[in-house]
């Protein structure tokens, strides 16, 4: 803008006068707060949730605060490769986003880690990520530590809702969808087939765009070359935030999870998988 003219105790001077974008703004606020401390503010302020997966918001902060070694290798410009844009993962860990008490799994290595202590009913108990995530593209790994699939065959791997439940199988109506170890996409009770098996030492990976609401898995790295929308599909409306959730049914199984992969290259076609009893 042009600048204007402003006369005080007999002095003249120029003064610029610049409308700041609402992500100039919100960075403006950011300096003067930590990572935590910006996790704090998402949880209780959905705008601040919003611009924590803004691009321009994050491309401000790392150009301007050095001092914080914000890690903005993800705005390259790989066409095909998406890092991970949600930077509150750095701070993410494994937690009961209801404050609840795990009944079921112990935690460790920082929350990052989650061993079963105790089967419950029917063994349906899952993890949740004690963040939710409102937009935004999103990435992050599960890697099985541990699972004897003759105790039980079923490692499950996806989102829950903000009004689901930790005590349900993710994948159930209401309560979300996700992979599963024997290769089927889990949702609304369904299970379609669409990949080969994994278990004890393997990785997947879960790439979650809340813009576009649908949902792509990695195996090892490897897109798997599927992807579900959900939220449109789904009998029971999901309401945000939505959460990272795991379960790996009996005693002695365990995962740990790195909610700030970067994300590997993405197929650019991928077929679409039903949800639920769609198609």
Request: with cysteine; proline share 4%; glycine share 10%.
């Amino acid at each position: 803008m042009d600048p204007k003219e402003e006369t005080m105790g007999g002095n003249e001077r120029n003064i610029a006068v610049k409308t700041l974008s609402i992500s100039e703004l919100f960075a403006c606020v950011a300096k003067y707060l930590d990572l935590k401390e910006m996790v704090a503010l998402s949880i209780s302020c959905k705008n601040w949730s919003r611009m924590l997966t803004n691009e321009d918001f994050w491309k401000m902060m790392c150009r301007e605060d050095k001092d914080r070694n914000l890690d903005c290798s993800h705005f390259g410009s790989g066409a095909n490769v998406l890092q991970n844009r949600f930077k509150i993962h750095q701070n993410m860990k494994l937690g009961d986003y209801k404050g609840l008490l795990f009944r079921r799994y112990e935690l460790s290595n920082g929350g990052l880690t989650a061993t079963m202590t105790n089967n419950g009913l029917q063994n349906r108990s899952c993890v949740l990520g004690n963040v939710g995530m409102w937009t935004g593209k999103h990435y992050w790994e599960v890697h099985i530590d541990k699972f004897d699939p003759m105790d039980q065959p079923y490692v499950l791997i996806g989102v829950v809702p903000s009004n689901g439940s930790v005590d349900n199988w993710i994948g159930w109506p209401g309560n979300g969808c996700c992979i599963t170890s024997i290769g089927t996409f889990l949702s609304e009770e369904v299970g379609k087939r669409f990949a080969s098996s994994f278990g004890e030492g393997d990785t997947i990976g879960v790439y979650l765009d809340l813009d576009s609401s649908f949902i792509r898995f990695f195996l090892n790295g490897v897109d798997l070359g599927f992807f579900a929308e959900f939220k449109s599909n789904a009998s029971v409306k999901w309401e945000d935030p939505v959460y990272p959730a795991i379960a790996v049914p009996d005693v002695g199984n365990s995962f740990t999870v790195d909610f700030h992969a970067k994300c590997p290259a993405l197929i650019e076609s991928p077929k679409e998988l039903p949800y639920g009893r769609n198609g």
